[in-house]
């Protein structure tokens, strides 16, 4: 009899789990790097790499521009709160805070589609709650690494 009873549940449990698609992305398994010029305050590269997982899902995203102060050349991340956007009394959260929620939203939406401008230079969008900087490098940036990771 309890033979029966696993010949008879293994093949459904082996049904069920066998049943479970895993979402397919649309870009290759790896890490794919873009840059551009950020001419926005001086003469910046504004950098863009992207982790793809095996399933083709965008699962890491890190983004960041780099930034001279004081005759030394870091990046804005870097800075962190040093940045000293929050000077600024409209500003509610520093660059790299912002840069964050980019991230987090890019990896949310698989990539930049979902971006709308909110200025005829496109620098500007109010697509991420929260992020108030222009973002027109970062996601030049992003485009040209998830150009590169495309199926």
Not at 127 to 143: E, F, M, N, Q
Request: negative net charge; charged residues 25%.
């Amino acid at each position: 009899m309890k033979k029966f009873v696993v010949l008879m549940v293994l093949p459904v449990l082996l049904l069920l789990t066998g049943c479970e698609k895993v979402a397919e992305g649309k870009y290759k398994e790896g890490t794919y790097m873009g840059h551009v010029t950020d001419t926005y305050g001086g003469s910046n590269q504004a950098i863009a790499v992207i982790h793809v997982s095996k399933e083709g899902l965008i699962d890491s995203v890190y983004l960041d521009t780099t930034y001279t102060k004081d005759d030394a050349v870091t990046t804005k991340k870097a800075l962190g709160d040093d940045y000293n956007m929050k000077a600024n009394p409209a500003v509610t959260k520093e660059w790299y805070e912002q840069v964050d929620l980019l991230e987090k939203a890019v990896i949310k939406e698989q990539g930049i589609d979902f971006i709308n401008w909110t200025d005829s230079e496109q620098s500007k969008t109010d697509s991420i709650s929260g992020v108030t900087i222009k973002i027109d490098a970062l996601y030049r940036a992003l485009d040209s690494a998830l150009k590169l990771g495309k199926k």
